[in-house]
């Protein structure tokens, strides 16, 4: 962005009058192009009525940047006002399966027109569902286009220089310049540090105590408890009922070991190998003489070729385009890079190919099996392996030294066949009690438990969206048994606690069955309602349908008691649990929708409307879950899948 700045003062005929068109600009450094002409600090004063950027604003070159700038007023005078002129554009990436795409993109060109810039092209969007990289670029190349005709600045070849950084990358793949060495075990770090290093943030090691399985033997998926030891980083793991665990998994073994089988030059298993680029280029010599100068890359620290696709390297997700474009020059067979590069060329033809195949990179080089890949390109090319969020479903207080997660295991079924499993909820399915576990925890403040424990609370989460939950009855447990130890000491009442639940059936999938009867017999829980959407000989119900048929009572607890609301599963679920809401306020306290409006808004503000939701990856697909088999971590579900 470029500035034009104004001093404004109150003049002796009580005039605001700007000041700086009669002072001097100074400039640490000022920029000259090619044509000789100068754009010095003068220019950042504000001239004459027509507001030309091109005669009116100072600028710089990339390599001078500016430390300081400076105006030298006529006289001493006591400023009133501060005025500078911005021009700006922003690109926002994001995802359409979760609401308010792009929204804080947008919400950041609206900030930045409130403080008087104005936008010189219109919002780039990227959709990580559709396009993203291309979308980037087209927008990318078309507001630096913009940008110089605005501003008077460069040339065509200037533009395109500019197109061609985009198509580049000092991580795109060249031979000459990436290469892999093996390196002594004695270079290797512990597997904390190595994490660590890799994700850029603390994790901590853990262990698997326990995990039962929740389903009921005749159910078409498994939903696993799985409990995990923190003990020994309680400190750092410290954590309240609606936070998530971060949990760093592993690829399956199988895909692993089908990706080394096809590769060019695998190394021996437990050869511990270091990533290496070539940081000189061949126009230089280095120090001794050679051409070549080899650094530690740096991105991820020495180990095996296994434990790196195992640990660090996302194969499962199904490659981009640019990546796509990369691989096609892999390829030996004319008619294979033909295929590929229609798929890099072409978005609906590659989303189509995406979304019906899911492909894995090992799928990839099956489909295209003329591929030669060697470890340098897959390390340096392919994604790092993300950690997974899941709702906690415990209370610290109420199971100290335990965190645990409640996970479907995820198996799904493409359009074109094809078997796939979650990446996390498999690992955590298949692992052996004692087992490590790297993990660590995110603050979700926003999903917490109120301070005032006598306002009521309604909870909605169907099927697994019922994980935070758990932890909050828990918590109210333990909470109320302290208050009898105490004798009432501090007289401290509770309000109402009604939980929402849906599931398929009530003797398949109805997960926790036993611990909610409990918590109702008890006076934990106040009402819990089920919805069942594939109950023999009964009308399918969702959640949704018992908060309309209850609506009295939600009223009364949301807007009369000013009670808090919980929702937590997918969008699509938390999209029609909320237009209910907003139905139910509306018919209940004889309100018109800009009042409904009005209140929502209000319930937000006051931090009384808490969403805990996911999103989807793909477009519709066919999946299927089968017991004694695998699926993923967070809560994927419905006809539209994500691990997240």
């Known amino acids: 962005m470029l500035c034009k700045y104004a001093f404004y003062v109150e003049g002796a005929n009580e005039f605001i009058i700007n000041l700086a068109l009669h002072g001097t600009a100074a400039q640490e450094t000022t920029y000259t192009d090619g044509n000789g002409n100068s754009y010095d600090a003068n220019l950042a004063i504000e001239g004459p009525a027509n507001n030309n950027w091109a005669d009116g604003c100072s600028s710089t070159a990339v390599n001078q940047p500016t430390t300081w700038w400076g105006l030298y007023l006529p006289k001493l005078a006591y400023i009133t006002n501060l005025k500078f002129y911005l021009r700006n554009d922003v690109f926002g990436l994001g995802s359409s399966a979760y609401p308010n795409f792009c929204a804080f993109s947008q919400l950041i060109d609206k900030t930045m027109e409130s403080l008087g810039a104005t936008r010189i092209y219109s919002i780039g969007e990227g959709d990580e569902l559709c396009g993203q990289e291309e979308a980037f670029k087209t927008w990318a190349k078309k507001i630096y286009q913009v940008a110089c005709g605005f501003f008077n600045v460069g040339n065509k070849i200037g533009l395109n220089d500019a197109s061609d950084v985009l198509e580049k990358s000092d991580t795109i793949w060249r031979p000459e310049t990436f290469r892999v060495i093996e390196v002594p075990i004695e270079n290797r770090l512990s597997l904390g540090e190595e994490y660590c290093k890799v994700h850029k943030k603390s994790v901590l090691k853990c262990r698997l105590t326990e995990r039962i399985h929740l389903e009921k033997r005749h159910s078409s998926k498994q939903t696993i408890l799985a409990k995990i030891d923190i003990s020994a980083n309680i400190d750092s793991m410290n954590y309240s009922p609606g936070d998530h665990l971060l949990l760093f998994p592993n690829n399956s073994p199988a895909l692993v070991s089908g990706i080394i089988e096809r590769l060019v030059d695998a190394p021996d298993f437990d050869q511990v190998l270091q990533l290496q680029r070539n940081t000189s280029g061949d126009a230089r010599l280095d120090r001794n003489g050679n051409h070549d100068s080899w650094n530690d890359w740096g991105r991820y620290p020495p180990c095996t070729l296994t434990d790196m696709l195992t640990r660090y390297l996302d194969i499962s997700t199904p490659p981009s385009q640019e990546l796509l474009n990369i691989l096609s020059s892999q390829a030996v067979k004319t008619e294979e890079k033909f295929q590929i590069k229609r798929l890099v060329n072409n978005t609906r033809i590659f989303d189509e190919w995406k979304n019906n195949a899911r492909p894995t990179i090992l799928d990839v080089l099956k489909q295209f099996s003329s591929i030669q890949l060697t470890p340098a390109f897959l390390i340096s090319q392919l994604p790092l392996l993300l950690p997974r969020y899941y709702s906690i479903s415990s209370s610290l207080d109420a199971t100290p030294g335990e965190i645990h997660v409640t996970a479907d295991v995820l198996e799904y079924q493409t359009p074109d066949g094809i078997k796939h499993q979650g990446v996390c909820s498999s690992w955590l399915n298949n692992l052996e009690i004692g087992d490590e576990i790297y993990c660590n925890v995110r603050k979700a403040p926003l999903f917490h438990l109120p301070n005032d424990q006598s306002v009521p609370i309604i909870m909605v989460g169907p099927g697994t969206g019922i994980a935070p939950f758990r932890g909050f009855w828990m918590q109210r447990k333990n909470d109320m048994e302290h208050e009898l130890t105490t004798r009432n000491k501090h007289n401290q009442s509770f309000g109402e606690m009604y939980l929402y639940f849906g599931c398929h059936n009530t003797t398949a999938d109805n997960i926790y ?68 809401l907003r139905r139910v306020i509306q018919s209940w306290g004889k309100k018109s929708e800009s009042q409904v409006d009005e209140y929502i808004d209000k319930m937000k503000d006051e931090n009384r409307l808490h969403e805990d939701i996911f999103g989807i990856a793909v477009k519709k697909l066919k999946y299927r879950t089968k017991t004694a088999e695998q699926k993923p971590n967070r809560t994927p579900r419905m006809s539209f899948f994500k691990e997240t």
Do not use: W
């Not at 909610?516 to 959407?533: V, Y």
């Not at 949301?558 to 649990?577: L, T």
């Open 513 to 580: 069955r036993d611990e909610i009867r409990q918590c109702e017999k008890e006076k934990i829980l106040t009402k819990c309602f089920f919805a069942f959407s594939r109950e023999p000989g009964i009308k399918k119900t969702y959640v949704q349908d018992l908060i309309k048929r209850n609506g009295r009572d939600i009223y009364k607890m949301i807007v009369k008691e000013n009670g808090h609301v919980y929702i937590c599963g997918s969008i699509q679920m938390a999209s029609d649990v909320k237009k209910m």
